[in-house]
């Protein structure tokens, strides 16, 4: 499972655009790259997931360099409810025991400003 | 409606005591999933189990157990609770293994509390 590596916190008013970048250097041919959002309280929730390129949906676009060292989390015009902890998440599906050594991080902490 | 759900919501217990916290998904899936999520807020996962195979991350102690009545049910059983185990426990599943690419979902989590 490959380490990431992402900032602790970040700051944004409402309205604008936020990015996350989460780096991986060591990231395997096979590894997906995921993006969970958690709430005080309550378990993490699925975000986004691609491999290469762009990826989007309704809640956010995934970003991801050819070389796939690192990936960026874009969230549109954030809102208040937005404020929460996001975790970025890389590796293939075949993870064995050897592999759980790290798992979530410790994420980055979003606080979106009135 | 509740997709994975988790009982108890809050556990206050003593050191030496031993305790189960019990999770139902209603998903279909056929993997689920261990998580301890401490103080400091990093989540690492105990186990994955689906109906072939159990994957134990090796730095979990024994005391802890996972047992699995069908698929539907993941429980974890904690023997001889310890301080250092106090935290927010959380169960997952998702369809199919490997847990870093396949989507899961998670309980609401249940925070234990060691006194």
Redesign the interface.
């Known amino acids: 499972l490959a380490k990431t590596t992402q900032p602790i916190s970040m700051d944004s008013y409402e309205g604008q655009e936020v990015n996350i970048t989460c780096s991986h250097n060591n990231i395997a041919t096979n590894d997906y790259i995921t993006w969970y959002q958690q709430f005080p309280s309550q378990g993490p929730r699925f975000i986004i997931q691609g491999y290469k390129t762009k990826v989007t949906n309704e809640v956010a676009s995934l970003f991801i360099p050819a070389d796939r060292k690192s990936s960026t989390l874009s969230l549109p015009r954030v809102s208040l409810s937005d404020t929460a902890v996001y975790y970025c998440l890389v590796g293939d599906g075949h993870s064995g025991a050897g592999s759980y050594q790290l798992t979530f991080g410790k994420g980055t902490k979003l606080s979106v400003i009135p | 409606d509740t997709a ?1 759900s988790q009982t108890p919501k809050y556990l206050v217990t003593q050191m030496g005591n031993d305790k189960s916290i019990k999770c139902e998904q209603n998903l279909g899936h056929d993997t689920m999933y261990w ?1 301890k999520q401490d103080s ?6 105990m186990f ?1 189990y689906n109906n072939k195979e159990l ?5 979990v102690p024994n005391r802890f157990s996972p047992k699995s009545p069908d698929k539907a049910h993941l429980n974890l059983h904690i023997n001889s609770l310890e301080l250092g185990d106090s935290a927010v426990y ?1 169960c ?1 599943s998702s369809q ?14 249940t925070r234990l509390t060691v006194l």
Do not use: C, R
């Open positions: 994975v998580y400091k807020k990093f989540l690492k996962i994955s994957i134990i991350n090796e730095t959380f997952a199919g293994a490997g847990f870093a690419a396949n989507e899961q979902f998670f309980g609401p989590g």
